[in-house]
């Protein structure tokens, strides 16, 4: 949500703020704008709609050299996607100051009463103009802009990163963050600032993570970091893991075509160093909880939002069998506004591919603050969620650029088997033996995951052919519950159509109503080689449906000799554990949206009203 590029040094800044936001419309955006500081003084160009528009307005009317500069891709918050309510936006009375903001400043009202009564006026509708005139009418008053900004942001409320430059310093970028993300990148006789190290890869690899309440003094040759309070504040740089050809497609049609191939290896580089040839799960970032710590836990809740709930909900089937410990999965918006029951021997599991999801990160320090211990599982270094968690396990399934999350739900899903086979391990409930046989059968995973991609072509053809449909739904039992849900989300967010998951138990009890002919009903088969397989009870329910004129497509496991008698189309995946099929069986419900999307003539990157990291609440 809102993308954020700064720099100063001897580089064209338009071209590092325009790279640098082309690497962030992953984020969603809906208007783009820049400002520059140039021997001429401070000049903007802004635009609603993508950053072609922003691009075209920069050739009508071109902006002078300039080696200090901010960038912005808004995500509309206050006021409608417009030019005028576009980022940055000028301050002070000669119109010297330009900010840019990702966030939402919850007391604006009552600052711009205070500048009204001044005789200031507006040209936007946005809360972000309100802070620019503020700081501009300090500096006006004191002379020392550092002092006046961070006098501003003490008294802002809410969330933001807010990026300053002024016409009279024409070498430094303010920058300042309160629950919202922000990352310095460390050059060589330049600097830079991003909302995420996507915004600066191309050019270094060494990162500072800012932490909560800091404001940054950016300088082509220094860095320097104060707490809100004014007082020196100390920094650790890390490296950046990925570089930006894995955040471009390569030859690909569209980042979520080439992130749904990259599953093998995301899978894969989650798995390494964690999980020994003998099936033994080792996973040092737990070394913060002792065996005595795991063994008196008495309740594991995760807390997470959209894609990364459902990892959850599959998840808890593997911790509860293998560790026997009660996990309950909460949507991290509604954990935080009851009085949900946490004591010290409860393991908070925050999962969050950005690490910036604010739901989740209020969600995790509520629960700190009642004194559960927080596990991040996290795709991005340096993230808000893992500087601030007990212990955090990355997935490392690289840059997800596509809004719609593939790569990092099946890194997260890995991740969540990881920890439960980790704790079987630990509590010991479980027979060694049967835990290293299934971490033995996860090792697999990367190489039958390739083998799903080789039969994609089936999931492709159908979603295309569908693109006419107006709702279908999704059913699934055990771990085939949360991936038909997760197959929902994903039609609703790319097709805009009325899609739903259910699980197939509850049929009977209201959504059979549903069902009328021609209904396109997409079911996960369990695997029938389970002693306590549910796939009698679905194949039940696939000859309900289709005696009420449903249109059956069933996602199944090689070898099935029961589910191609009883569905007009079946999609095989490879023969697993039941308990990892999730991950299986979710990719060709991935390729179906998409080509249905494709088919449609929609963005299957950037869909209509969505941000990739939702950073405000």
């Not at 050059?187 to 190290?197: A, I, R, T, Y």
Request: with cysteine; net charge negative; aromatic share 6%.
């Amino acid at each position: 949500m809102c993308g954020i590029v700064g720099y100063v040094g001897p580089k064209s800044t338009l071209d590092v703020l325009l790279g640098g936001l082309r690497r962030l419309e992953y984020r969603g955006y809906d208007s783009a704008g820049v400002s520059v500081i140039s021997a001429a003084g401070l000049e903007t160009r802004k635009k609603a709609g993508k950053l072609d528009n922003l691009v075209g307005e920069i050739d009508s009317h071109p902006l002078p050299a300039a080696h200090i500069g901010i960038g912005h891709t808004r995500w509309a918050t206050h006021g409608a996607p417009t030019d005028g309510n576009a980022h940055p936006h000028l301050g002070g009375s000669a119109l010297k100051l330009s900010l840019i903001h990702n966030g939402i400043i919850e007391n604006f009202a009552e600052l711009k009463a205070e500048l009204v009564a001044d005789g200031v006026s507006f040209s936007s509708e946005t809360d972000s103009e309100v802070a620019a005139h503020h700081i501009a009418r300090e500096y006006e008053k004191s002379g020392d802009l550092v002092a006046a900004f961070r006098f501003v942001m003490n008294r802002l409320h809410g969330a933001f990163t807010i990026l300053v430059i002024h016409e009279d310093q024409p070498d430094v970028v303010l920058a300042a963050r309160r629950n919202a993300p922000l990352v310095i990148g460390l050059g060589d006789g330049e600097n830079f600032l991003g909302s995420d190290v996507a915004a600066f890869v191309e050019y270094t690899k060494r990162a500072v993570s800012v932490g909560q309440d800091e404001i940054v003094v950016l300088k082509a040759d220094s860095v320097t970091v104060y707490g809100f309070d004014g007082q020196p504040v100390s920094f650790d740089e890390f490296s950046v893991d990925w570089d930006a050809s894995a955040a471009s497609k390569g030859g690909w049609s569209s980042f979520m075509a080439k992130e749904i191939a990259d599953q093998p290896q995301a899978v894969g580089d989650t798995l390494m160093g964690r999980l020994s040839a003998d099936g033994v799960v080792t996973l040092p970032e737990m070394s913060g909880l002792s065996a005595a710590d795991i063994k008196a836990l008495d309740r594991i809740i995760i807390v997470a939002c959209g894609t990364a709930s459902y990892a959850g909900d599959i998840a808890k089937y593997g911790i509860e069998k293998w560790s026997r410990i009660p996990v309950q999965v909460e949507l991290s918006h509604e954990f935080r506004y009851r009085s949900p029951i946490v004591t010290p021997n409860t393991l908070v599991v925050a999962i969050s591919q950005s690490g910036e999801t604010m739901d989740t990160l209020m969600a995790t320090r509520y629960a700190k603050e009642l004194g559960a211990k927080v596990l991040a599982i996290c795709n991005t270094q340096g993230a808000t969620l893992a500087r601030e968690s007990d212990a955090v396990i990355y997935t490392h399934a690289g840059p997800e650029v596509a809004v719609a999350s593939t790569k990092a739900l099946t890194a997260q899903i890995t991740a969540g088997y990881l920890l439960g086979l980790f704790l079987g391990q630990v509590r010991g409930v479980v027979p060694a033996s049967e835990l290293k046989a299934l971490g033995l059968d996860l090792l697999k995973m990367p190489a039958r995951v390739a083998e799903v991609l080789e039969g994609l072509d089936v999931a492709s053809d159908l979603g295309a052919a569908m693109a006419n449909a107006k709702s279908i739904l999704f059913l699934g039992r055990n771990v085939g519950f949360p991936v038909a849900m997760e197959g929902a989300l994903k039609l609703k967010e790319l097709a805009y159509i009325h899609a739903e998951g259910f699980a197939a138990g509850e049929l009977k009890h209201g959504p059979i109503a549903l069902i009328e002919e021609g209904q396109p009903v997409i079911v996960i088969v369990p695997s029938p080689r389970d002693a306590e397989s549910l796939q009698p009870k679905v194949i039940s329910n696939i000859q309900e449906i289709r005696a009420r004129g449903a249109k059956v497509i069933a996602i199944a496991e090689e070898g099935d000799p029961n589910v191609a008698d009883y569905a007009e189309h079946v999609i095989y995946v490879p023969q697993t554990e039941p308990m990892f099929a999730a991950i299986l069986t979710v990719i060709p419900l991935q390729a179906f949206a998409m080509a249905l999307s494709t088919a449609k003539g929609l963005d299957v990157d950037q869909p209509r009203n969505l941000a990739k990291s939702v950073t405000v609440e």
